[in-house]
């Protein structure tokens, strides 16, 4: 076997692969004794035919696809390591026949490659910094949440329907005095000025009495989920069951720490608030993040390959799929409501996942030519840390970890020192 790679269009790399005589008539062989079984030749037992008489009935090309299947099979592999420090593939190969002659067989593979990459600078760029920082009005939220959840629902009686109050109703839903699939239910309790519903809606059940009936109007969104329903006017036939109004809890102390714990109310809001700013920290440093990648994508060529294209959509899709899992629901039926096709569902992410393609391979090459590694103190650190955080003695703890979570350490402390690297060589603002 001889063999020849080229660099072909839209980082393919064009492997092309030459057999003699010798290895097809091999090839062929093997072909045989493995498929014989299938074949049934009358005077023969089911396998025992010879080859000549299986191809004298079914053709002499009865052999030739598992033929060329095993000599790709056990070659490509082999070529590829001797190839892994010029190119890395990154999807499957399209195979074609170029030659097929007694003589010999020549096969081409064009497979995907991972792109060169081209970053004109990664350094001196201006490049805005994001900075978060918690208000009282999100604090207040944040309070009001955990008051809302600790209210007790109280009956009313003796006045209309007002905003925050839930209520239990009745509704017929038509089009064109036609009703439509999802549009009725009886007994349902619904939180006036929660959004549930679709805009309008609520906010004429706002005024109703218990025992009302009122035709509700509104007009379905232009991006509604269901197609037929999409800008249509529509009806609602509402009859008011019941009302019933949200009584907060009084704010102090001793509610506080039933609640949560929290000795006193200042106590609480102030671990409330570090938390919040964690998280808003945290938002802030992947906002900056994403600023450096796509100011530095800005100055950076690159031929994508569209199996890398296509892998990541593929993550993305199931990352997807797990939020929905977690909802009890399946991707098939979310894409049945929305009248939708996997295929199109896919062309959704095509952009985000070219944008991710483009900031790993930019991640990678910068970590390459600034050669930034992760040393053996620093994962130790890591792992002295995560070994005191469950109270472990540090020797025992690394003892017991998994290899992949060593990985995932030293990715960790290369990512971080990455983008201080970067926001230490670019010109950092905040508005």
Aim: hydrophobic share 35%; charged share 30%.
């Amino acid at each position: 076997m001889k063999y020849t790679t080229k660099a072909a269009e839209k980082s393919t790399v064009k492997i092309t692969i030459k057999f003699d005589g010798e290895e097809w008539k091999n090839a062929q062989q093997t072909a045989y004794l493995k498929t014989r079984g299938k074949f049934a030749i009358n005077g023969f037992r089911k396998g025992k035919a010879p080859k000549n008489v299986i191809e004298n009935v079914y053709g002499k090309g009865v052999f030739f696809e598992d033929a060329l299947n095993l000599l790709f099979s056990e070659n490509y592999g082999k070529i590829l390591d001797k190839c892994e420090e010029k190119f890395t593939v990154v999807g499957e190969p399209d195979v074609s026949v170029d030659k097929l002659e007694d003589d010999g067989v020549t096969m081409i593979a064009v497979v995907p490659v991972k792109p060169e990459v081209k970053i004109s600078s990664y350094k001196g760029i201006k490049i805005k910094e994001y900075a978060y920082t918690v208000s009282d009005e999100e604090l207040d939220a944040e309070i009001n949440r955990v008051l809302d959840r600790n209210a007790r629902k109280v009956a009313v009686e003796d006045r209309a329907a007002q905003n925050g109050d839930i209520v239990n109703i009745d509704f017929v839903g038509t089009v064109d005095g036609v009703k439509f699939e999802g549009g009725e239910a009886e007994g349902f309790d619904l939180t006036l000025g929660s959004g549930q519903f679709i805009p309008g809606f609520e906010d004429q059940v706002v005024g109703m009495n218990i025992g009302e009936t009122k035709d509700v109007n509104v007009t379905f969104p232009e991006n509604y989920q269901a197609e037929n329903l999409k800008g249509k006017a529509a009806v609602f036939a509402v009859k008011l069951n019941g009302i019933q109004a949200k009584e907060l809890p009084e704010l102090n102390d001793e509610f506080i720490k039933d609640a949560t714990g929290s000795a006193t109310v200042e106590e609480y809001k102030e671990k409330t608030k570090a938390r919040l700013q964690q998280q808003a920290d945290r938002r802030a440093n992947d906002a900056t993040e994403n600023s450096i990648l796509e100011a530095i994508a800005a100055n950076t060529e690159v031929e994508l390959p569209q199996a890398m294209i296509d892998r990541e959509v593929d993550g993305l899709v199931q990352k997807f799929e797990y939020q929905l899992m977690y909802q009890g629901l399946k991707l098939q039926d979310y894409l049945d409501f929305l009248k939708t096709t996997m295929a199109d569902f896919r062309k959704n992410y095509e952009e985000q996942a070219k944008k991710n393609v483009i900031s790993q391979l930019i991640i990678s090459q910068i970590i390459k030519e600034e050669n930034i590694e992760a040393t053996e103190e620093e994962v130790d650190a890591k792992v002295a840390e995560q070994a005191a955080s469950v109270s472990k003695e540090f020797d025992e703890y690394k003892n017991n970890m998994d290899p992949r979570q060593f990985d995932y350490i030293r990715s960790d402390i290369v990512i971080t020192k990455l983008f201080d690297f970067l926001k230490a060589n670019n010109e950092m603002y905040k508005d």
